[in-house]
């Protein structure tokens, strides 16, 4: 078959067809940008160690009175921790809203809550045993760290009433508010302040410091407990299981030292 020349010389014609639409991909979104200055500010700021100053300071300011050199009255206590429990949430809300995030997924995660729930329930047994081995070897190994004869917790509960309201404090300023604070801390050191490593234990030291008044071997047990809790949350990815585990241990403490006191049972200080 022979080509028509005319054809093969022809110049090409231009294309008056539809024009070619152009589909626009929506770009992936950013990460959140790093803020380490403002990071550490907010991790200051739900350190407890601020607010509860202020607080205080306010409570006297009010008329509250204490007597300088005693050991701080019990209402002063009660006032202070639930508080400062309802301040240092609310500002690791406002500090994680602020950034947009959403303070339910980076508190709580994305698991189911009752699984979680019943997961605290079975770590107590692990968290008394550590309670108990550690006790057991400062007593043998640095009994000098038991500088506390007499626990500040016993002297408290001299009521029913007492009682049932410092099991409400426990609760709420230790199951609740430490996790909460715990968890978002080592959010924003993971975020912007070196790594969540360096958090968990910088955290767990300044977490044991802060029961110094109960005693130095208090304080070394407390911070232990405050890692293992750390590392709970971490793993889980949620605080649900670590603030029930430390909700609970609180409040069978709070049982133990009034059966204790009622039952004669507290050694001779």
């Not at 300011?61 to 400062?84: C, E, M, Q, W």
């Amino acid at each position: 078959m022979v080509s028509n020349p005319d054809t093969l010389d022809a110049a090409p014609q231009p294309y008056d067809g539809p024009e070619p639409v152009t589909v626009e991909v929506a770009p992936e979104p950013s990460p959140l940008p790093r803020a380490p200055v403002q990071s550490l500010l907010e991790v200051v700021l739900c350190s407890g160690f601020p607010t509860q100053l202020l607080i205080g300071g306010l409570l006297l300011l009010l008329g509250l009175r204490i007597t300088p050199g005693a050991a701080l009255p019990y209402h002063f206590i009660v006032a202070v921790s639930l508080i400062d429990t309802v301040v240092l949430v609310g500002l690791v809300i406002l500090f994680l809203r602020a950034r947009g995030e959403d303070p339910r997924a980076v508190l709580l995660g994305h698991v189911p809550v009752w699984p979680e729930v019943r997961r605290g329930v079975l770590y107590l047994p692990l968290v008394f045993a550590l309670v108990i081995a550690l006790g057991g070897l400062i007593r043998t190994l640095m009994p000098w760290l038991h500088d506390v004869p007499e626990n500040p917790l016993q002297m408290m509960l001299t009521s029913p009433m007492r009682v049932v309201t410092f099991a409400l404090v426990v609760v709420l300023a230790g199951g609740v508010r430490e996790e909460v604070q715990r968890a978002f801390i080592l959010h924003r050191f993971d975020q912007d302040l070196g790594g969540v490593v360096l958090g968990l234990v910088l955290f767990s030291v300044a977490f044991g410091a802060g029961h110094f008044g109960q005693g130095s071997d208090a304080a070394v047990i407390t911070g232990v407990l405050g890692l293992l809790w750390g590392i709970i949350t971490l793993a889980r990815r949620s605080l649900i299981a670590s603030a029930v585990s430390h909700a609970l241990f609180n409040l069978v403490q709070v049982g133990l030292y009034q059966y204790a006191s009622r039952h004669g049972l507290l050694p001779p200080t």
